[in-house]
Every structure is written in C-alpha cells, then in structure tokens.
C-alpha cells in the first residue's frame, strides 16, 4: 500500500533519530517508549508508523514495522528498509525464527519460579475495545499461545521476571500472566496493581529487551534495548537494581 508522506517538525525528527539503536541498509531497530503507539488503530493518533518518516529515502520510500508493540509496552521494534527485507523478515517471524524477549515486573513471582504457559487464547471485543482471554483448546476460536519464562529476581513486593513468547497474539504476556494469577504491574486491562513496594506503578511494566534475528543479508543479529528510568525506578523501590538487560 503506497503511504502518503507525512512532514515532520524539526522536533519529531530528531526525537524518531534518538531513538535508533542500530541500522543498516535492511534494518533499523529502534527504542520505543511506553506510551507512543506502533501504529494507528481505530483513533489517528501519533504513531512510531508516523515517525518513520525520518528515515524515507530520497525515492520517497521509508521503512515499514515488521512487528509491533502495545501502546504502553517499551523496548526493541524492527523495521525493514526495503521490500526485500521486509519479505524476509515477516517470513522469519512466521517460521519463529525470531527470539523476542521481555522483562516484567509482577507482585510475586510465578511458582514455579521458571517453565512455560501454553494456555490457548481467544479474542474479545467489548465495546471498541479488544481483548484476549484464556479459553480451552476444543473452543471454536481458541489459538495456540506458549510463553516461557523465568524468576530472574524478587524483591519487596516485586519480582523481576524474563519472558520469551514462542507465538505472538495479541496480549499473549500479559494474559498468560495473568491466566497463572501473576499479572504484570500496571496493567489495568488485565488485573495488574497499580501500586508496589509502597509506591505508584506509572504504567505496564513490561519491556522489550532483546531481539535475535536472521539479518537478511546474512547472518544473525541481537539488538537490545536497556529499562527505561520508570521501569527501572519501581524495580529500585524494591531493592531490586536492574542494570543494563
């Protein structure tokens, strides 16, 4: 589908360029913020889709998301530079070629403290609204969900989890936690707290830390992408310091 090209202000172009991690002539990985979208849903709104502007070629051509992240979920975002790359990408992410993981913060953490939920997941709209819900594997639109995961520390009221997603629907971490009585801080959607270690909960506290991929021109890539301060800031009220994963 041919985009429109979209003028950014001095300020959205600088701010698209600081949040580069690496890039190359078929990738650019980038560290998205908790609270800018990856792409417009139901409202026009501003969009890391929208931001990739910054990056259009002299031909007018500019890189495309491969993948995406929820709203208020921070971390690793691919995007393709051209068509090939995107080709080669998307059918990486079909053929779980590509390892993603996360870090969460939780109010306890799982038990046991390591193993995997492969709890099937449905679709729900409620309202305008969409959301995934935990259902048996006989129900009609039940999809197959795995997410491995692991207690990476615990600390007052918090405990520091690493979640790999072997499938990618939608909200598949966040449900899967919460589906174990676990959910993610912060998150209101699915029964997260909004408060911990005696202190406020800013957002969901959920990262994207690493992505591992086939590069398309050969070889394989790992891209990673710290905590942000606020992720970081609920981890340290509870005396647990996270320090560059």
Known sequence: MTRPPVAL????????????????????????????????????AHTLDHLLWAFARS????????????RDTS??????????????LGKAIMGRKVRKTYLALLAAPPEPAAGAIDTPLRREEIGREAYMRSTTADHPQ???????????ATGTGVALVELNPHTGRMHQLRVHLASIGRPILGDVRYGGALTAADGPVPRL????????????????????????????AVASAAGLAITGR
């Open 142 to 152: 039940a999809e197959a969900a795995l997410t491995r995961y692991r207690t990476l």
């Open 205 to 232: 506290m959920l990262h994207a830390s690493r992505l591992e991929f086939p590069h398309p021109d050969g070889g394989s890539r790992t891209v990673e992408a710290p905590p942000p301060d606020d992720f970081a």
């Open 9 to 44: 202000t001095a300020e959205e172009f600088a701010f698209a360029r600081s949040l580069v991690i690496e890039e190359d002539t078929a990738i650019l990985a980038l560290n998205k913020p908790a609270g800018l979208s990856s792409q417009g849903g139901r409202i026009r």
């Open 59 to 70: 031909n007018g051509k500019r890189p495309e998301l491969v993948h995406r992240l929820d």
């Open 75 to 88: 971390g690793v975002i691919l995007a393709a530079r051209t068509k090939p790359a995107a080709g080669f």
